[in-house]
């Protein structure tokens, strides 16, 4: 039986006319949900009708019945010579649910963009950045061979493959939210470069970063053993950061300390719209959970673990393992926080993906390990236990965070916030 599916159209766009498959609709395909190494759909998306670059962020359509799955609809720009007999239409004479939403991808594309859109859903944004990186390939004696390949464009990032005459790197692009990224990775190549991604240029001002390929990266690929690995080694690198903060702060690191995050929750509790989703009985428990999270978050602060180097959102889909070299990825969260936190979060998610029995626990001790060697007098036992609570304090206000910054109505995320406090509700009960 096949599993979750769901339907994706495409608009490539040249001019003001959009290319129709043979039976006069547009281009689809559908999307297996349970295939995780599948590509990206804004990948596919752009490489389905004919070489294009999303010029607005991919569109939910409205439902035909409310038991339905949304379809998605990718409006795309050509860029590149247009497929050999392809019939186009004027895009006002398209039907619903399409005319709609692609006339007004193609305004604000050729208009005003709406506020905190990201940048690469803008004219030129592509060829600046092919311009870049060939600057930065000439330096290193590599060339491009062909256009930027699209791996994932959304609100948060772009990550694009490029292909040289030595194999394929990787750009990557974050939004004007996570635009420390590449600023925070240049510093960390220079520090922990054996555990972060191999650099070849970065853009600190922008948020462009040029990397060499991570082997082990996909789930697909990833060889056994990857978190084994990663935990106790990323809480070593964690220790030795203690001596070096003031370069990450000065890169633009964010402090997500203890006052931060709790001023930050508070703030999400006070304004997230989901929260009105909660039931009368959770919004009379909500008042006395949050005193009594918050009183267990201090708690954690004070047993004796300084704040340091975070992830943020360490998981095993962003770690990178070939069986001998470890390598952490994907840093837009990176901050300067408690690092139980990157621990709890990487056993929880462990749990989530229903590993084997003891793994996520066997993991987290291997993690605390290094901790415990060089804070002998910290009370480690009672800081692990605390930390899932403090997590999803801490994610609660991320993902708020990541809300607020993207455009209206993009929905990346919807729900997390309301998840995260069900969770801490049922927690401190």
């Given at each position: 039986?096949?599993?979750?599916?769901?339907?994706?159209?495409?608009?490539?766009?040249?001019?003001?006319?959009?290319?129709?498959?043979?039976?006069?609709?547009?281009?689809?395909?559908?999307?297996?949900?349970?295939?995780?190494?599948?590509?990206?759909?804004?990948?596919?998306?752009?490489?389905l009708?004919?070489?294009?670059?999303?010029?607005?962020?991919?569109?939910?359509?409205?439902?035909?019945?409310?038991?339905?799955?949304?379809?998605?609809?990718?409006?795309?720009?050509?860029?590149?010579?247009?497929?050999?007999?392809?019939?186009?239409r004027?895009?006002?004479?398209?039907?619903?649910?399409?005319?709609?939403?692609?006339?007004?991808a193609?305004?604000?594309?050729?208009?005003?963009?709406?506020?905190?859109?990201?940048?690469?859903?803008?004219?030129?944004?592509?060829?600046?950045?092919?311009?870049?990186?060939?600057?930065?390939?000439?330096?290193?004696?590599?060339?491009?061979?062909?256009p930027?390949?699209?791996?994932?464009?959304?609100?948060?990032?772009?990550?694009?493959?490029?292909?040289?005459?030595?194999?394929?790197?990787?750009?990557?692009?974050?939004?004007?939210?996570?635009?420390?990224?590449?600023?925070?990775?240049?510093?960390?190549?220079?520090?922990i470069?054996?555990?972060?991604?191999?650099?070849?240029?970065?853009?600190?001002?922008?948020?462009?970063?040029?990397?060499?390929?991570?082997?082990?990266?996909?789930?697909?690929?990833?060889?056994?053993?990857?978190?084994?690995?990663?935990?106790?080694?990323?809480?070593?690198?964690?220790?030795a950061?203690?001596?070096?903060?003031?370069?990450?702060?000065?890169?633009?690191?964010?402090?997500?300390?203890?006052?931060?995050?709790?001023?930050?929750?508070?703030?999400?509790?006070?304004?997230?719209?989901?929260l009105?989703?909660?039931?009368?009985?959770?919004?009379?428990?909500?008042?006395?959970?949050?005193?009594?999270?918050?009183?267990?978050?201090?708690?954690?602060?004070?047993?004796?673990?300084?704040?340091?180097?975070?992830?943020?959102?360490?998981?095993?889909?962003?770690?990178?393992?070939?069986g001998?070299?470890?390598?952490?990825?994907?840093?837009?969260?990176?901050?300067?926080?408690?690092?139980?936190?990157?621990?709890?979060?990487?056993?929880?998610?462990?749990?989530?993906?229903?590993?084997?029995?003891?793994?996520?626990?066997?993991?987290?001790?291997?993690?605390?390990?290094?901790?415990?060697?060089?804070?002998?007098?910290?009370?480690?036992?009672?800081?692990?236990?605390?930390?899932?609570?403090?997590?999803?304090?801490?994610?609660?206000?991320?993902?708020?965070?990541?809300?607020?910054?993207a455009?209206?109505?993009?929905?990346?995320?919807?729900?997390?916030?309301?998840?995260?406090?069900?969770?801490?509700?049922?927690?401190?009960?």
């Amino acid at each position: 039986m096949a599993g979750p599916q769901r339907t994706h159209h495409v608009a490539l766009v040249r001019d003001d006319a959009v290319l129709l498959a043979a039976d006069g609709s547009l281009p689809r395909f559908v999307q297996d949900l349970e295939d995780d190494d599948g590509p990206d759909p804004t990948a596919y998306a752009t490489t389905l009708a004919g070489p294009g670059v999303h010029l607005a962020p991919v569109v939910t359509l409205p439902p035909e019945d409310s038991d339905d799955r949304p379809d998605r609809l990718h409006v795309l720009a050509l860029r590149g010579a247009a497929p050999a007999g392809a019939v186009w239409r004027r895009a006002d004479d398209l039907p619903e649910p399409w005319r709609s939403p692609v006339r007004l991808a193609l305004e604000q594309y050729a208009g005003v963009a709406p506020p905190r859109r990201p940048d690469w859903f803008r004219p030129g944004w592509h060829d600046r950045v092919e311009a870049w990186v060939d600057r930065q390939l000439s330096a290193t004696g590599r060339r491009r061979t062909g256009p930027l390949r699209t791996h994932r464009v959304w609100s948060i990032s772009a990550v694009l493959e490029v292909p040289t005459d030595r194999g394929a790197l990787w750009f990557k692009a974050c939004c004007d939210h996570f635009v420390a990224e590449a600023a925070i990775v240049h510093r960390l190549a220079r520090r922990i470069g054996e555990l972060v991604p191999g650099l070849v240029a970065t853009d600190d001002e922008a948020g462009w970063l040029l990397m060499e390929p991570l082997r082990g990266a996909a789930d697909s690929d990833r060889a056994e053993g990857a978190v084994d690995a990663a935990a106790p080694a990323w809480a070593r690198a964690q220790v030795a950061a203690l001596d070096w903060l003031d370069e990450l702060r000065a890169a633009g690191c964010p402090e997500r300390g203890l006052e931060a995050t709790l001023e930050g929750w508070r703030a999400v509790l006070a304004t997230s719209p989901e929260l009105a989703r909660l039931t009368d009985a959770e919004r009379q428990e909500l008042p006395a959970a949050t005193a009594r999270a918050e009183a267990l978050v201090r708690e954690l602060s004070a047993c004796g673990i300084p704040d340091t180097l975070s992830h943020g959102d360490l998981h095993p889909g962003n770690v990178a393992y070939d069986g001998s070299e470890v390598r952490i990825f994907d840093w837009t969260d990176g901050c300067v926080s408690h690092p139980f936190l990157d621990g709890s979060h990487l056993a929880r998610v462990l749990d989530w993906y229903g590993t084997g029995e003891g793994e996520a626990e066997r993991v987290l001790q291997a993690y605390a390990g290094p901790w415990r060697d060089a804070f002998p007098d910290a009370d480690v036992d009672r800081a692990l236990e605390l930390a899932p609570l403090a997590d999803l304090v801490f994610q609660s206000v991320t993902f708020a965070q990541i809300a607020a910054a993207a455009e209206d109505g993009v929905g990346d995320f919807e729900g997390v916030v309301l998840r995260f406090t069900r969770e801490v509700i049922a927690r401190v009960r």
